[in-house]
């Protein structure tokens, strides 16, 4: 497997977990409105780049599935039912804030590691004047770029609340 | 010559037609008490209406020390004499039994009455205890949009400067957040560009999501002047309502809710490829067309015809009027702002001005509405979600300015973050780390979405709850202290309408009992925290209601809110003047970007505007980068599906509203008889379709349920769109047993039940437009007819249905015309 075809298949892998990741979180805060509407919206934009990696993938010899992956663990089923269950009854307790907290830097850390893949694969697509991967690239980072804003807008509102107020 | 009109069943009055280009006659609307003829009036005072966002301007009526009727100002350039109904009728509700006269405190779970003094010594001590024990951060404060300019004012510099809280919004997020948002995200800067005078020369007008006809009625007059006129204009329409402006429109548009962004980006696709671009504008005044473009390129009429379930050629027809207008005026409110993607779907709008070129000349403009008298005033003063002036709490520069204003530190005023919104604000009360709201002039427990969800909040042990309002809302029940104020005709302040232009209100009467001022509550509360500025001195340096308005003109002086121009006394002269009103324009400003867009630059815009998906904030690096010379920011947004889609235990969606009769949560209008019978309880509206299939008719005791509550009321069949069901809203509890809520096994009748806690990430107002619900009967009507006016867009799909609303004898208003010569000078196309 050469480089391309590696980071292909890392970004794709990077990708379907964000959009795990963002769904879990998703339900895990549904207390918090906004994190739980918002993160929906962007786990379609990762599932989406998901089906462009497969499709550009195939061009690089590489068999990568294009459906958009199971959620992270747990989001699922049972715990997840747990997981609405716990948010409604300690939506009356700050330290949720904490654990919201920590969740959104793991989205942001996510989203940078892909946006950082997204530039690779950028700086490659040029080299090799392969235009159908830069416009993908050039579809699909933007957004990745938006989902870190997302994340940090985020945390630095609701830290000094969450970090001062007991 | 003087008729007399029934104004509830005929609520638009007479028509005094007008042609293109000339200016709306005159015509003076009075309503007094029965009994009192005009003579025995002994004074009148001058005021403007705060019960919509029109800014009528009136004169109160006083006989003997108290408040015996109105008229319309025949000078003042928004009403031209007019009175609409609630207008005309709204008053009364100021002497009506149950106006609060004294404090009243929590004893033992009751609410006792007590001094003044003892009110404020448990606001303030507790305030003290709070601030040392939990910090600034623990407390907040949730005002209206029916205050004076002076009230909020100074809440902002006692909050922001002397608490030091950002916990500081008002009840216009609910309202009028997206039109702020809006006007940021395209111009840098809040403060409407258009002008009303702009419907004497428009040759299209479109109303997006704007039912102007119930929620600004004297505006509608004039459009409905100047459709029995000369060159009338043509109407397009986007409601999912059939409401009179739908009737009257060329053009009518009924999406599905929560699609408007996908509608806007075909009309814009429409508009583009049918090169009526003003390129030459787009060139000198714009960035991001490119961007645009390319965006809505796939977006035909057809694709968005799918999204929308409106006939594709209607896309196209609408798109011809727009793309052809030679003067356009748009104008945009509740059916774009409490809808999904309304920040994104509102800056279309301007979008389709800024393509066309049409801003900054006579009909040529945007109306981005807002829904309350006073909603300006909140966003100008920093009462909401942003620094006062129109300041930028990103930049520095701005902030260290504000500071200078205030003579405090920068580090003072709390700029880390941006104000907190109200959501976000009961959120933190939710959770425990908010622990004293003082909530003025305004009713959240029947106002905000997930009504079960709010009372829980506001009923918590650990929450001090302060209200201050006229009576015993259902807010006020749940309070730990509740204060009596004063309000219009008992007071005085000036108060800003939507289309930017400042009236003076003066006391007419005395307020009931110890009733006071809102003004006074807030200036006394600063003296017993002795607020202090950074040389110890006092933070809060005035003490009426003008050295107030002279303490915000020196904060407004070089913002674009600039009122150094004015004083009271000019105020008292002409009647209603435009901001910015300075040196430069004396005579106050009737259009914004007559010569481009002015408040843009990256050194002096009040926001660096913010991702319309994510609402995540940009920072000045990437604004300067996109635009360095301060243009008009074009701004493209993808269509998203709305977060509750039907399905199959909640087939229909649901969208709910105000209606011509009443206003805000009923506080007022309900108490003014013949609004009250015009509209008395909540109905359920379902289309002609709807109903058949489930067997339902007019008059039928139903209950829409969502996945958050229930509301019961009698089913009107209309010409509503099929699957889209409307409440209403506001009506709540202070008249029922339940008293703050539908207790006692009682059925929900507010809106809100139903509603979901969700909003627009950009501008932070919540969605009351696109639940997903279910529609059952609950018992026959056998005869009954639904409590809803036959006069509005609740008006029956058969005729018969129902007998006429009505008002009767006690509902006339005269209606006197006027001699020519006082008709102003004609503006110049
Ligand atoms: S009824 Fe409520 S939302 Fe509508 S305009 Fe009035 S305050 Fe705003």
């Given at each position: 497997m050469n480089g391309i075809a590696f980071t292909l298949r890392a970004l794709h892998h990077g990708e379907r977990h964000l959009a795990g990741q963002l769904i879990a979180v998703a339900e895990r805060h549904r207390t918090e409105h906004e994190v739980h509407h918002v993160a929906r919206d962007l786990a379609a934009w990762s599932r989406a780049h998901v089906a462009s990696l497969a499709e550009a993938a195939r061009a690089h010899g590489l068999d990568l599935d294009g459906s958009p992956g199971a959620?992270?663990?747990?989001?699922?089923g049972v715990l997840s039912t747990l997981r609405e269950k716990t948010a409604e009854a300690v939506?009356?307790?700050?330290?949720p804030g904490l654990l919201l907290l920590r969740d959104l830097r793991e989205l942001h850390l996510s989203a940078a590691e892909n946006s950082l893949y997204w530039e690779m694969l950028a700086q490659a697509a040029q080299a090799t004047k392969d235009d159908e991967l830069l416009a993908v690239v050039s579809s699909c980072h933007p957004q990745t770029l938006r989902q870190m804003r997302w994340t940090n807008t985020l945390i630095k509102n609701l830290s000094p609340q969450v970090l001062t107020c007991p | 010559m003087d008729s007399s009109v029934d104004r509830i069943a005929?609520?638009?009055?007479s028509r005094t037609p007008y042609d293109r280009h000339a200016s709306w006659p005159a015509r003076v609307d009075t309503h007094l008490e029965a009994?009192?003829?005009?003579?025995?009036?002994q004074r009148w005072v001058r005021a403007a209406s705060?019960?919509?966002?029109?800014?009528?301007a009136m004169d109160i009526a006083v006989v003997d020390g108290r408040t015996a009727g109105v008229r319309g100002r025949v000078?003042?350039?928004?009403?031209?004499?007019r009175l609409g109904p609630k207008d005309a009728f709204g008053w009364q509700a100021n002497s009506s039994?149950?106006?609060?006269t004294r404090p009243l405190v929590r004893e033992d779970g009751r609410l006792v009455e007590c001094d003044w003094d003892t009110a404020m010594e448990r606001v303030t001590s507790r305030s003290r205890e709070l601030l040392t024990r939990?910090?600034?951060?623990s407390i907040g404060f949730y005002t209206s949009g029916q205050l004076y300019l002076e009230e909020y004012y100074t809440l902002a510099v006692l909050a922001r400067a002397?608490?030091?809280?950002?916990h500081l919004d008002g009840n216009t997020r609910l309202c009028t957040a997206t039109a702020g948002e809006a006007l940021k995200e395209s111009f840098g800067c809040d403060g409407?560009?258009?002008?009303?005078?702009d419907i004497d020369h428009a040759d299209v007008i479109a109303l997006f999501g704007h039912n102007i006809a119930e929620t600004q009625p004297v505006q509608w007059m004039r459009i409905l002047d100047r459709l029995e006129g000369g060159d009338p204009p043509r109407l397009v329409c986007v409601d999912p309502r059939p409401t009179r402006v739908a009737r009257r429109a060329a053009v009518h548009l009924a999406p599905r809710v929560g699609t408007n962004v996908a509608l806007l980006n075909a009309l814009l696709h429409e508009i583009i490829r049918a090169g009526r671009v003003d390129h030459d504008y787009v060139r000198t005044h714009t960035v991001g067309f490119e961007e645009l473009a390319s965006r809505v390129e796939e977006c035909t009429p057809e694709w968005a015809a799918r999204i929308c379930d409106v006939p594709a050629a209607s896309i196209r027809a609408a798109a011809d009027l727009l793309g052809a207008a030679d003067r356009l005026l748009s104008t945009v409110l509740q059916g774009v702002?409490?809808?999904?993607?309304a920040t994104a779907a509102a800056v279309q709008i301007n979008n389709l001005h800024l393509v066309r070129g049409?801003?900054?000349?006579?009909?040529a403009g945007v109306l981005q509405m807002?829904?309350?008298?006073t909603a300006q005033n909140t966003r100008e003063c920093g009462a909401d979600g942003d620094l006062p002036?129109?300041?930028?709490?990103?930049n520095d520069d701005h902030v260290a300015d504000l500071a200078r204003v205030w003579n405090v530190?920068?580090?003072?005023?709390?700029?880390?973050?941006?104000p907190t919104h109200a959501m976000q604000m009961f959120r933190y009360a939710e959770q425990g780390s908010i622990r004293m709201l003082w909530i003025s002039?305004?009713?959240?427990?029947?106002?905000?979405?997930e009504l079960a969800r709010v009372r829980s909040i506001l009923q918590q042990e650990r929450l001090f709850v302060v209200v201050q309002d006229l009576f015993l809302t259902e807010t006020a029940r749940l309070a730990d202290v509740v204060l009596p104020a004063a309000t219009w005709g008992e007071k005085t302040g000036t108060a800003t309408n939507a289309d930017r232009t400042v009236h003076l209100s003066e006391k007419a009467v005395e307020p009931p009992g110890e009733a006071r001022p809102d003004l006074d509550v807030f200036l006394d509360y600063a003296a017993r925290m002795d607020f202090r500025d950074k040389d110890g001195g006092p933070l809060i340096t005035w003490h009426d209601p003008e050295s107030a308005f002279e303490a915000w003109k020196r904060c407004s002086?070089?913002?674009?809110?600039?009122?150094?121009?004015?004083t009271y006394a000019k105020l008292r002269g002409a009647s209603g003047v435009q901001w910015p009103?300075?040196?430069?324009?004396p005579d106050g400003?009737?259009?914004?970007?007559?010569?481009?867009?002015?408040?843009?630059h990256p050194d002096v815009c009040e926001s660096y505007g913010?991702?319309?998906?994510?609402?995540a904030a940009d920072d000045v690096v990437e604004y300067r980068s996109l635009n360095p010379d301060g243009k008009a920011v074009i701004r493209a947004a993808d269509y998203l599906p709305p977060h509750e889609a039907p399905d199959e235990d909640h087939p229909f969606q649901l969208t709910t509203g105000r209606t011509?009769?009443?206003?805000?949560?009923?506080?007022?209008t309900a108490r003014a008889p013949q609004l009250n019978a015009a509209a008395p309880d909540v109905w359920v509206e379902a289309s002609a379709s709807d109903a058949a299939a489930l067997g339902l008719h007019e008059g039928d005791l139903v209950e829409v349920g969502t996945r958050r509550g229930a509301v019961r009321g009698r089913l009107r069949v209309t010409?509503?769109?099929?699957g889209l069901l409307f409440l209403p809203f506001?009506?709540?509890?202070?008249?029922?047993?339940?008293?703050?809520?539908?207790?006692?096994g009682m059925p929900g009748r507010?809106?809100?039940?139903?509603?979901?806690?969700?909003?627009?990430?950009?501008?932070k107002q919540p969605l009351f437009k696109t639940a997903a619900a279910a529609l059952r009967l609950?018992?026959?009507?056998?005869g009954r007819v639904a409590p809803?006016?036959?006069?509005?867009?609740?008006?029956?799909?058969?005729?018969?249905?129902a007998p006429a609303t009505v008002g009767g004898p006690t509902a006339l208003v005269t209606e006197s015309s006027v001699p020519?010569?006082?008709?102003?000078a004609q503006e110049a196309p």
């Open positions: 959620p992270a663990t747990g989001a699922t939506g009356r307790r700050p330290e | 005929r609520p638009w009055g009994g009192v003829a005009p003579e025995q009036v705060i019960l919509h966002s029109d800014g009528d000078d003042d350039r928004v009403n031209r004499g039994s149950g106006r609060l939990r910090g600034p951060g002397g608490i030091g809280t950002s409407q560009p258009g002008s009303y005078d702002y409490q809808s999904h993607q049409m801003l900054g000349r006579p009909g807002n829904g309350q008298p002036g129109f300041r930028n709490w990103q530190e920068p580090s003072t005023i709390p700029h880390h973050t941006p002039g305004t009713n959240p427990a029947v106002s905000l979405p002086a070089g913002r674009p809110c600039d009122y150094t121009g004015l009103c300075n040196e430069q324009a400003t009737p259009r914004l970007y007559a010569d481009g867009v002015a408040w843009a913010k991702d319309l998906v994510t609402g011509l009769y009443h206003f805000h949560t009923r506080t007022k010409d509503i769109r099929p506001h009506y709540g509890y202070w008249d029922t047993e339940g008293g703050h809520g539908p207790g006692g507010a809106a809100n039940e139903t509603t979901v806690t969700d909003w627009d990430p950009a501008s609950v018992e026959r009507g056998d809803a006016p036959t006069t509005t867009a609740s008006a029956p799909s058969r005729a018969d249905a020519a010569r006082d008709r102003r």
